[in-house]
């Protein structure tokens, strides 16, 4: 007997990209359910090999008799429906930010910390963390079951679609402008997001980081080890999908590049490409449609006792959400849910 999934947020492009990894990966469902907002009420989406779906409306929408919900529609609104879905009883991936901190929802990347899926019953929601922790922890763990990680300092490079189709758009249509001589108009993002970099991703904090930078920090330690200390700056860059990072490491332990090298290809869901010459690393045009998170620039950094620097790049539509999400869902019907027995 398959599983009732219901996809919330489905006409966006991290929904978009659920549906069609549910479809990929024969996710065993025997009916998918594609919630949006009332606006999107009635219009087909696909579901990959499976055909479409019609959107039905979040807002009127029973759970009832749902398994599993994976849900990516923003803070706002997850903050109201998820906790509805799991009072009717299903299990809630949810791919937004309001649960991320909540101490009684567990923060999942399977192949991190999968074993502690189990604490999802004290809410019947999971967090899918932020893209930019995923592929940096994915990225650390190895590393850190080798060598014990004590202090990251990380810069990103996050292409636009974390803001959504309207950034994808937006990135669009001023890079369309500018070889025309149209003015750059500004909706998205704080500056001009074609041919630039903008330091600054989501609202700033009191003591100046970003709240994408703070998300990096606590994130880290909630899923990989509190004692972990994390310095990052976020920067969005004019790239449509795939997200890139710089990330130097300090170990407690002596480490070679090496011996990382082997770490590292030895971990589930990392490939590493780190040939010492033109074209001997992957950038995020080459990762994108791709499951993987790249691993690439694995050197030894003189400047710090037991120090690396690497170089980290995932498509943040697919390890960055919806195929995380996914695969908590997989991890969900092969050990935790009745209709798995």
């Not at 009684?104 to 999968?114: A, C, K, Q, R, T």
């Amino acid at each position: 007997m398959g599983y009732k999934v219901a996809v919330v947020g489905a006409t966006g492009n991290v929904g978009r990209e659920v549906l069609t990894t549910l479809s990929e990966r024969s996710f065993p469902a025997d009916e998918v359910i594609a919630l949006a907002s009332e606006r999107s009420a009635g219009m087909e989406i696909s579901y990959g090999d499976n055909g479409t779906l019609k959107v039905q409306n979040l807002e009127t929408y029973d759970f009832k008799g749902v398994d599993i919900v994976l849900s990516s529609p923003g803070a706002s609104v997850s903050a109201i429906h998820s906790p509805r879905a799991a009072k009717a009883g299903a299990v809630v991936i949810d791919n937004t930010s309001q649960f991320r901190m909540d101490p009684d929802v567990p923060l999942i990347v399977p192949e991190v910390n999968g074993h502690m899926i189990h604490e999802y019953g004290k809410r019947n929601i999971i967090a899918n963390p932020n893209c930019s922790t995923i592929q940096m922890v994915m990225a650390l763990k190895p590393l850190h079951d080798a060598a014990t990680v004590k202090r990251v300092v990380v810069s990103t490079y996050q292409s636009v679609s974390g803001a959504g189709k309207a950034g994808m758009d937006e990135l669009f249509n001023q890079t369309r402008g500018i070889f025309v001589n149209d003015a750059v108009t500004r909706e998205e993002f704080t500056k001009q997001i074609a041919f630039n970099a903008i330091p600054h991703i989501d609202v700033f904090m009191d003591d100046g980081s970003t709240k994408e930078e703070w998300k990096m920090m606590v994130e880290t330690k909630k899923i990989l080890d509190s004692k972990i200390k994390v310095s990052a700056t976020c920067v969005r860059v004019p790239v449509f999908i795939g997200h890139g990072e710089a990330v130097n490491i300090e170990f407690e332990r002596p480490i070679s590049a090496e011996d990382a090298r082997l770490a590292l290809r030895n971990a589930l869901g990392i490939i590493v490409v780190d040939h010492q010459a033109d074209e001997g690393y992957v950038t995020p045009v080459e990762c994108v449609g791709e499951d993987a998170v790249y691993v690439s620039r694995i050197r030894e950094d003189p400047t710090v006792e037991n120090g690396l620097s690497l170089w980290v790049v995932s498509d943040n539509l697919r390890k960055g959400a919806a195929l995380n999400a996914v695969q908590i869902a997989e991890a969900l019907v092969r050990g935790y849910l009745d209709k798995a027995a």
